[in-house]
C-alpha cells in the first residue's frame, strides 16, 4: 500500500523473505528528487585500491557510496535501487555482501536490490562495484 511516506517497500508473503539478505523485492518511491549514483569501488581519493578481499572493499565502497550520496544531500537510508556487481572470483561467498547490506541499510526498510556476476571491473583488483538510485524529498 502507498502512503504518505516517500516510499513503501513491497514484500508479498508469497516470495521469499528478501529482508534476511538485506534487501526489499520493491520500493516504490514518492519523493520529489531522484539521485542516479555512479557505481563506487573500492578506490580511495587517490584511485587506490582499498583491500583484497571482498569485505574490505564491499564496505568501501558502501562508504563511498554514502559519501556521493551525503554530497547530493542524501543517505543511504534513501537508496531505493542498489545495483551490486560481483567478479567471478569472489562470487563462491557472497556472505560479506549479505553483511555489509544488514549493515549499512535500514533491515525493516531497504532498498530493491539486484545481484550480478561479472567477468570483470573496469580496474585491476577490482572485486565489486555498488551503483544506487536514490530519492528524496
Known amino acids: ?7 513503501s517497500h513491497i514484500d508479498p508473503p508469497e516470495i521469499f523473505d528478501s529482508r534476511q539478505y538485506g534487501f526489499s523485492q520493491a520500493v516504490v518511491s514518492n519523493g520529489q528528487r531522484r539521485i542516479d549514483v555512479s557505481g563506487q569501488v573500492a578506490w580511495d581519493r587517490d584511485e587506490q585500491l582499498v583491500g583484497i578481499d571482498l569485505a574490505t572493499q564491499v564496505d568501501k565502497a558502501a562508504g563511498n557510496l554514502q559519501l556521493v550520496l551525503e554530497a547530493a544531500g542524501a543517505s543511504l537510508a534513501d537508496v531505493t535501487a542498489l545495483r551490486i556487481y ?10 560479506p555482501i549479505t553483511a555489509m547490506l544488514q549493515r ?5 526498510a531497504p532498498p530493491a ?14 572485486l565489486v562495484e555498488l551503483e544506487a538510485t536514490a530519492v528524496v524529498d
Do not use: K, N, Q
Open 1 to 7: 500500500m502507498i502512503g504518505a511516506m516517500p516510499r
Open 113 to 126: 536490490t539486484t545481484w550480478l556476476v561479472v567477468s570483470g571491473l573496469a580496474g585491476d583488483g577490482l
Open 86 to 95: 560481483v567478479v567471478e572470483a569472489a562470487a563462491e561467498d557472497l556472505s
Open 104 to 108: 549499512h541499510f535500514p533491515r525493516e
